[in-house]
Nanobody, 116 residues
């Protein structure tokens, strides 16, 4: 089947940067949209950013101008460059990929902690 594996999380000081990566493996013919979500303790999972197969991106208002989503279709991968990080960005970050005919798959999550 399909697996998604995230990497790149960690502890960073406010104002710092991190780059998250998510790679899909398995029997993959094509991927439609790819996205990053996050879930902070006691809060619902929220969509952070998504990117279509054609490269159109959308962002939640709280990260606009600070985060950039990108993808490499040849590597079946999606990335999230996070700059000017704030303590409120602390959460577990998940990637999601939408596949034709077989639906959505999720990664296991990677912890991002922004703290001094």
């Amino acid at each position: 089947q399909v697996q998604l594996v995230e990497s790149g999380g960690g502890l960073v000081q406010p104002g710092g940067s991190l780059r998250l990566s998510c790679a899909a493996s398995g029997t993959i013919f094509s991927i439609n949209a790819m996205a990053w979500y996050r879930q902070a303790p006691g809060r619902q999972r929220e969509l952070v950013a998504d990117i279509t197969r054609g490269g159109i991106t959308t962002y939640v208002d709280s990260v606009k101008g600070r985060f950039t989503i990108s993808r490499d279709s040849a590597k079946n991968s999606v990335y999230l460059q996070m700059n000017s990080l704030k303590p409120e960005d602390t959460a577990v970050y998940y990637c999601r990929a939408s596949f034709p005919a077989i639906g959505d798959f999720w990664g296991q999550g990677t912890q991002v902690t922004v703290s001094s």
